[in-house]
């Protein structure tokens, strides 16, 4: 059973016909002078309108209105639904494709490649040479403070290298302090191993190993790096220049730009160019040039840290979308 709207329509006042004509007015952005002459013109229709209105069933413009709200709700969740697909999409192809990957290679190169080489050659150097005491008794001394849990690092004493002390030893590149990490480095090797290699014989034990570990565990690993970064970097996730000046305890980069300006890639930018820094080298070594045991470029030591970074910040937007993350797994789990 229908209801008509007749006598509803005819309580309308005159109060109410001013606001539906201001309503009407403010939609289609009137000004005061408009308004009025937009009120003069409407006049004369807002009985032809009243009247109208009283011929409208008021069952049927109920389910109008249902139809057209349902119409909108469904656009509207289709609309979220497909930008929410399209966000999953990136964030995994940003996770498989990109962080992650590159991620694990820079774990290879530091655990893998710098970590090996140092402990090798530890106690030759620094073991076994007395100049060098001074070093040791501060790497030593590092170790004891992460055995009574510092709050610097998250870390545990090293049982597993050739030497112990070879871990704090190797920090000196990455770290400037227990607290500060660093965004480059000019050696990828602590100062004192680095001197070694430089002022050695290019016939002896120690160059032969430095040209190996060069040659085949170092190149190879910032050439992968270089490739997914090549293919992938436009995947990357801005990370906020006030969070960079948390990580580094710097205003900016070291090369005159600070966080807020510089772009947001700058550090896949400067590897690139170091990995190409390091074929440029290794084309003099096999032209007989041994003068030079690295490039000019600085080692782009906070890449690791800048691309965890990065991850976490994906990490909490698929966490978010689907429950489960690369990084945190499943938020059910612990």
Same mark, same amino acid.
């Given at each position: ?188 090797? &602590?100062?004192?191993?680095?001197? @070694? =290699?430089? !002022?050695?014989?290019? %016939?002896?034990?120690?160059? /032969?190993?430095?040209? #190996? ?26 990370? &906020?220049?006030?969070?960079?000046? @948390? =990580?580094? !305890?710097?205003?900016? %980069?070291?090369?005159?730009? /600070?966080?807020?300006? #510089? ?33 000019? =470029? ?37």
């Amino acid at each position: 059973m229908t209801t008509k709207i007749t006598d509803h329509c005819g309580q309308i006042t005159s109060l109410t016909r001013v606001i539906i004509l201001v309503i009407l007015a403010i939609l289609l952005g009137c000004n005061y002078r408009q308004f009025t002459n937009f009120t003069i013109l409407t006049s004369s229709l807002s009985s032809s309108i009243l009247q109208q209105m009283q011929t409208w069933d008021f069952g049927n413009a109920i389910a109008a209105l249902v139809a057209v709200g349902g119409y909108m709700a469904e656009h509207l969740f289709s609309r979220k639904q497909a930008q929410m697909e399209k966000q999953m999409e990136r964030v995994e192809a940003q996770s498989h494709q990109l962080l992650v990957p590159v991620t694990m290679q820079l774990h290879r190169l530091w655990h893998g490649c710098i970590m090996n080489f140092i402990d090798k050659h530890c106690e030759d150097i620094l073991l076994k040479k007395d100049e060098y005491k001074e070093t040791l008794i501060k790497c030593t001394n590092s170790m004891e403070r992460w055995g009574e849990g510092s709050d610097a690092f998250h870390l545990e004493l090293p049982t597993r290298y050739r030497h112990a002390v070879s871990f704090p030893w190797a920090l000196e590149v990455m770290h400037e302090d227990y607290n500060i990490m660093r965004v480059t480095h000019p050696r990828e090797l &602590p100062l004192i191993l680095h001197d @070694e =290699i430089l !002022k050695c014989d290019r %016939n002896s034990t120690l160059w /032969k190993s430095y040209e #190996a570990f060069i040659r085949y565990s170092y190149l190879p690993a910032i050439e992968r790096i270089g490739e997914i970064i090549d293919e992938h970097g436009h995947l990357m996730e801005p990370v &906020p220049a006030a969070r960079m000046k @948390e =990580i580094f !305890k710097t205003e900016g %980069n070291g090369y005159g730009i /600070k966080w807020s300006h #510089a772009p947001r890639m700058w550090f896949y930018s400067h590897m690139l160019a170091y990995v190409d820094s390091w074929k440029e080298l290794l084309s003099k070594w096999n032209d007989g040039s041994y003068e030079e045991i690295r490039p000019s =470029i600085d080692f782009p030591v906070g890449l690791l840290r800048f691309n965890i970074e990065m991850q976490q910040i994906v990490a909490k937007v698929e966490q978010n979308l689907i429950g489960t993350s690369q990084l945190y797994g499943h938020a059910n789990r612990v």
